[in-house]
C-alpha cells in the first residue's frame, strides 16, 4: 500500500536513462512542466489520490539510487512513524 508520495516536475524524473513510461489511454498527455507524484514504492502517478493513473512502475535498483540520490526523495523523519510502506504489516 502506497501512503506517502512527494511531488516533481516530470523533466526530473525523466532525467534518469531508463524512464519508459506506461502507456495507457486513460493517462493525460503531460508536459514537462507537470507535477507527477513519486510514491513511497517508487512509483510514479500521475495524481496523488487515482492510483490506476500510474505513469512509471518499473521499479529497480538503479531507480531506486536516481530517487534517493539525484532527487533526494526520502520519507521525513518526522511523517516517517505515521506511515506505513509497502514492506510492512499493518497491525491488526
Known amino acids: 500500500m502506497r501512503s506517502y508520495c512527494k511531488a516533481y516536475h516530470l523533466r ?3 532525467q534518469f536513462p531508463d524512464w519508459q ?6 493517462l493525460p498527455t503531460l ?7 513519486l510514491w ?3 512509483t510514479v502517478a ?3 489520490i487515482q492510483r490506476d493513473q ?9 531507480w531506486q539510487a536516481f530517487c534517493t540520490e539525484t532527487l ?5 523523519d518526522d511523517v516517517r ?3 506505513t510502506t509497502a514492506s510492512e504489516t499493518p497491525a491488526q
Open 12 to 14: 526530473d524524473l525523466r
Open 21 to 26: 513510461p506506461q502507456v495507457r489511454d486513460t
Open 31 to 37: 508536459a514537462d512542466d507537470s507535477i507527477v507524484y
Open 40 to 42: 513511497d514504492d517508487f
Open 46 to 48: 500521475a495524481s496523488p
Open 54 to 62: 500510474v505513469l512509471f512502475a518499473d521499479v529497480t535498483p538503479q
Open 72 to 76: 533526494h526523495f526520502a520519507i521525513p
Open 81 to 83: 512513524p505515521l506511515v
